[in-house]
């Protein structure tokens, strides 16, 4: 990943000097801002691929909770349920309420994972490039 990155911001800066900005000074000021923008995107990239983490951590912990594997006297498996329900169902309530649950079954896990992988990560993408070649 960290390749990746370099060879990115190598492209731009080529780019950048191949369109004449380096004589006017504007390649200093926009590197600045190419390596700011830039390392606000991977960090929210980073966080929303947590998120996820947490969230599939979650859905095998309800489950092994609900099937009776974990012991729910145990005040560490408690602890460790409040927090990720605590991360959890401030995204995961909404989602709830419009959906509905066919046969007692909890989508909204799956329907959050779905909006992150294909909405907003690439919504988060789309703008990076808006801000970096515009």
């Known amino acids: 990943m960290v390749y990746r990155a370099y060879d990115f911001s190598v492209k731009l800066y080529c780019r950048a000097y191949n369109q004449g900005w380096y004589a006017s000074g504007l ?35 309800v489950n092994l909770y609900a099937f009776g594997i974990l012991d729910s006297r145990n005040q560490l498996v408690w602890k460790i349920g409040m927090f990720l329900e605590r991360l959890t169902e401030p995204v995961l309530a909404p989602v709830r309420r419009v959906l509905p649950t066919p046969g007692g079954v909890d989508f909204s896990p799956m329907v959050v994972l779905l909006g992150i992988q294909y909405v907003i990560q690439p919504l988060l993408a789309d703008v990076f490039r808006a801000l970096i070649l515009h």
């Open 27 to 61: 390649i200093v000021r926009s590197w600045f801002y190419i390596v700011f923008v830039f390392s606000l995107f991977m960090v929210l990239t980073r966080i929303l691929e947590i998120y996820c983490w947490i969230l599939l951590i979650s859905c095998i912990f």
